[in-house]
């Protein structure tokens, strides 16, 4: 299974980005989706995720709450995390990962099979 992370960049504070993650080489279906993020000098820690089957999602905490959503296409085989309201302690690489049968979202790094590359947001004016 692979994962691609894309739609990183630089971008004023308020300001909105998505985040997509492709998903090729099994059923997209059979994966719970999360994304989490890395802050430099912190450890890489749970943002959102959407269950298989897109009909329960999980934040982390209320800083996103609001803020953030996710989605997923399973025709498309990609999630989406949407951004808005953006804030500088966002600044990090967002990654996308995949857990395989899992019912829920796990929120634990070690739950997940499968790792995207990472993609830069800096948010900064």
């Known amino acids: 299974v692979q994962l691609q992370a894309s739609g990183g960049g630089l971008v004023q504070p308020g300001a909105s980005l998505r985040l997509s993650c492709a998903v090729s080489?099994?059923?997209?279906?059979?994966?719970?989706v999360g994304w989490f993020r890395q802050a430099p000098g912190k450890e890489r820690e749970f943002v959102m995720g959407?269950?298989?089957?897109?009909?329960?999602?999980?934040y982390a905490d209320y800083s996103i709450k609001g803020r953030f959503t996710i989605s997923r296409d399973n025709a498309n085989n990609t999630v989406y995390l949407q951004m808005n309201s953006l804030k500088p302690e966002g600044t990090a690489v967002y990654y996308c990962?995949?857990?395989?049968?899992?019912?829920?979202?796990?929120?634990?790094?070690?739950?997940?099979?499968?790792w995207g590359q990472g993609t830069q947001v800096t948010v900064s004016s």
């Open positions: 990962a995949a857990a395989r049968g899992s019912l829920g979202v796990p929120i634990i790094i070690t739950y997940y099979d499968y």
């Open positions: 959407i269950t298989s089957s897109g009909v329960s999602t999980r």
């Open positions: 080489g099994s059923t997209f279906s059979n994966y719970a």
